[in-house]
């Protein structure tokens, strides 16, 4: 179910740690529209997640997942300047 809150918690440039990668690599929000979530991945290739799916794949509760920040800096490869 769509909880409005879940998706402000969400920012553009937050990185996304995969939980395991043997389904889905790392990725980075590029675009938030309402409950639609989309992101690029290590690879370059865009996806469409649902905050489900996205809580799902990947882990997003600590502003440092295993010492790295969750929202990258304009060095990052798929940085989204706003």
């Known amino acids: 179910m ?3 809150n879940e998706s402000q918690k969400m920012k553009v ?3 996304l740690y995969t939980k ?3 389904y ?8 938030i529209t309402g409950e639609s ?3 690029k991945t290590d690879y370059g ?4 997640l649902s905050l ?3 809580s799902k794949f990947y882990h997003t509760e600590s502003a440092h997942f295993l010492g ?3 929202v990258t800096d304009e060095t990052h490869k798929h940085y989204t300047k706003q």
């Not at 290739?45 to 469409?48: A, R, T």
């Open 45 to 48: 290739n865009e996806i469409h």
């Open 20 to 22: 395991d990668g043997r």
């Open 24 to 31: 889905v690599g790392n990725a980075i929000i590029t675009k």
């Open 37 to 39: 979530i989309t992101a």
């Open 68 to 70: 790295q920040p969750i």
């Open 13 to 15: 440039n937050q990185i």
């Open 2 to 4: 769509y909880n409005p």
């Open 52 to 54: 489900s799916e996205i």
